[in-house]
């Protein structure tokens, strides 16, 4: 079993998720990709984060295959970080994070921000598990299943 400092080795994938983008610098990291952030001072500017926490966060996702880095779009000298297909499998992630906090961390009325489909300018309908059938699981509903040795 690995120590409770290093979940990357863990038979959990929560575990072995929360290991790669648990840090809450890395996730503001992901949303601000999300949002279109790519150049480094961009993401600074966003997150008011010092520039050795953000040089490493940055580095992590790159590592973990959730960044990557790229010649600046625009064709300057600068470089880009650029979400993976890795890093775009996030997005369910973000929004039921975005929604449980909507829900649950704001009073009535109280000013936040909101993820709207763009097409119709309608906010993103709530995320919720759901068996084959489109029945809405609830945690009693499931099971935790080993697979694999």
């Not at 690995?2 to 863990?10: A, G, K, T, Y």
């Not at 648990?22 to 952030?37: E, N, P």
């Not at 068996?131 to 935790?144: C, Q, R, W, Y």
Request: some cysteine.
């Amino acid at each position: 079993m690995p120590s409770s400092e290093d979940l990357s080795e863990s038979p959990c994938p929560v575990a072995r998720s929360v290991a790669v983008v648990g840090d809450r610098w890395c996730l503001l990291v992901v949303r601000d990709a999300f949002d279109g952030i790519r150049r480094f001072g961009d993401f600074q500017r966003s997150l008011g984060l010092a520039r050795n926490i953000l040089s490493d966060r940055l580095r992590r996702l790159v590592e973990a295959g959730i960044l990557a880095l790229q010649p600046a779009s625009d064709g300057s000298a600068y470089r880009e970080y650029v979400l993976t297909p890795r890093g775009e499998s996030l997005f369910p992630l973000v929004v039921a994070l975005r929604q449980w906090g909507e829900r649950q961390l704001f009073q009535p009325g109280e000013r936040h921000s909101v993820l709207v489909d763009r097409r119709t300018g309608k906010p993103v309908p709530f995320m919720a598990p759901a068996a084959k059938d489109g029945t809405v699981l609830i945690p009693d509903a499931t099971e935790v299943r080993k697979v694999g040795e």
